[in-house]
């Protein structure tokens, strides 16, 4: 299952998405049973889970990295980067892809719009993961769901240092 962004086939969806001029479109998805969004701009291919090559003393929730049509791709266990626990690899387990770095997730729940009135600030207390990781709190099917900071969940200077220094 690879799924790129830009495969996406306005005449699939419904009109009135591209008509909002007060809309962004999100990427869900399901991790550890909860969803997240990310901002579809952020998001290069989603891909089914595939073999990653360990990689020694690198932080835990760096799972390796894979190889994507050629380039070298890091795989970040998202659940380990919110000390959340380890994802478990299913059959609808994916790789999320953004620039040189994959997601591991439990699952693609959908790409949709949400309205700009139906974005949030993020409320300092309430929520499973630090906030640092959440850009903004979106009402999603009668629930408020987090979209992920994806400068935070990336952070290259965290996420490149070796395991054992500070």
Same mark, same amino acid.
């Given at each position: 299952?690879?799924?790129?962004?830009?495969?996406?086939?306005?005449?699939?969806?419904?009109?009135?998405?591209?008509?909002?001029?007060?809309?962004?479109?999100?990427?869900?998805?399901?991790?550890?049973?909860?969803?997240?969004?990310?901002?579809?701009?952020?998001?290069?291919?989603?891909?089914?889970?595939?073999?990653?090559?360990?990689?020694?003393?690198?932080?835990?929730?760096?799972?390796?990295?894979?190889?994507?049509?050629? /380039? @070298?791709?890091? =795989? %970040? #266990?998202?659940?380990?980067?919110? +000390?959340?626990?380890?994802?478990?690899?299913? *059959?609808? &387990?994916?790789?999320?892809?953004?620039? /040189? @770095?994959?997601? =591991? %997730? #439990?699952?693609?729940?959908?790409? +949709?719009?949400?309205?700009?009135?139906?974005? *949030?600030? &993020?409320?300092?207390?309430?929520?499973?993961?630090?906030?640092?990781? %959440?850009?903004?709190?979106?009402?999603? +099917?009668?629930?408020?769901?987090?979209?992920?900071?994806?400068?935070?969940?990336?952070?290259?200077?965290?996420?490149?240092?070796?395991?054992?220094?500070?």
């Amino acid at each position: 299952m690879n799924f790129n962004i830009e495969d996406l086939d306005s005449d699939d969806m419904d009109d009135e998405l591209f008509t909002i001029s007060d809309a962004q479109q999100y990427f869900f998805f399901k991790s550890g049973g909860d969803i997240y969004a990310l901002d579809v701009e952020n998001v290069s291919e989603m891909i089914e889970y595939q073999d990653i090559s360990k990689i020694p003393m690198m932080l835990p929730y760096i799972k390796g990295v894979t190889n994507i049509r050629g /380039s @070298i791709i890091t =795989v %970040i #266990d998202l659940l380990q980067r919110f +000390n959340l626990g380890e994802t478990k690899i299913g *059959k609808k &387990t994916s790789l999320v892809v953004m620039d /040189s @770095i994959a997601l =591991v %997730i #439990d699952e693609v729940h959908d790409v +949709n719009t949400i309205a700009d009135e139906d974005i *949030k600030e &993020t409320l300092d207390f309430g929520f499973k993961i630090e906030k640092r990781f %959440i850009k903004n709190m979106a009402r999603y +099917n009668d629930t408020y769901i987090a979209i992920l900071n994806c400068d935070e969940v990336l952070n290259i200077d965290e996420i490149s240092k070796i395991e054992g220094t500070s």
